[in-house]
T-cell receptor
Framework: AQSVTQPDIHITVSEGASLELRCNYSYGATPYLFWYVQSPGQGLQLLLKYFSGDTLVQGIKGFEAEFKRSQSSFNLRKPSVHWSDAAEYFC?????????????FGQGTILTVHP | DAGVTQSPTHLIKTRGQQVTLRCSPKSGHDTVSWYQQALGQGPQFIFQYYEEEERQRGNFPDRFSGHQFPNYSSELNVNALLLGDSALYLCATQFGANVLTFGAGSRLTVL
């Protein structure tokens, strides 16, 4: 069974600083990979996804993520954080095929942005 | 175009009671999945419905059951509620192999 690890429970950055959120996954093949964001009291919004092809994927709100097969990682980055980026971020994997839509999520990383 | 709609948004139940949560999919979506998100945790997959049948199921007991209607809407039922069932229940819908669209969730508190 696949698993997802987000090593950082809480990250604090200053507005305008760069950001990297870590995600490691465990799966026998290359899964489908996702990053979601959740604001308080809200559902999950998709930031970006990786299915195949170019390992650097661009998402909404200026986010990008890089898939590194050798490290089983899919880290999320943003060059300059805005106060509105404060939220909880979840990495998720999907085995695809007949299991498509059955996501396994990490525990999440809470992002705090200081002015 | 309305996205995924869930009801109720909040509810409080007592141990041993039963609860039904509802989900209306985004227009054009025919597959519905349910997730449980406990406080401070990532969402966990409960089950998925397609063509009115349960297609996949996660590691949840039989107290958790569901239904999908011909209009693709869905219900999640939980019997014999436990304190540990307190969580945000998220509905996610999709069409084919496209990405999931999540609703805002139903917050269940069990006292």
């Amino acid at each position: 069974a696949q698993s997802v690890t987000q090593p950082d429970i809480h990250i604090t950055v200053s507005e305008g600083a760069s950001l990297e959120l870590r995600c490691n996954y465990s799966y026998g093949a290359t899964p489908y990979l996702f990053w979601y964001v959740q604001s308080p009291g809200q559902g999950l919004q998709l930031l970006l996804k990786y299915f195949s092809g170019d390992t650097l994927v661009q998402g909404i709100k200026g986010f990008e993520a890089e898939f590194k097969r050798s490290q089983s990682s899919f880290n999320l980055r943003k060059p300059s954080v805005h106060w509105s980026d404060a939220a909880e971020y979840f990495c998720a994997v999907d085995a695809g095929g007949t299991s498509y839509g059955k996501l396994t999520f990490g525990q999440g990383t809470i992002l705090t942005v200081h002015p | 175009d309305a996205g995924v709609t869930q009801s109720p948004t909040h509810l409080i139940k007592t141990r041993g009671q039963q609860v039904t949560l509802r989900c209306s999919p985004k227009s054009g979506h025919d597959t519905v999945s349910w997730y449980q998100q406990a406080l401070g945790q990532g969402p966990q997959f409960i089950f998925q419905y397609y063509e009115e049948e349960e297609r996949q199921r996660g590691n949840f007991p039989d107290r958790f059951s569901g239904h999908q209607f011909p209009n693709y809407s869905s219900e999640l039922n939980v019997n014999a509620l436990l304190l540990g069932d307190s969580a945000l229940y998220l509905c996610a819908t999709q069409f084919g192999a496209n990405v999931l669209t999540f609703g805002a969730g139903s917050r269940l508190t069990v006292l």
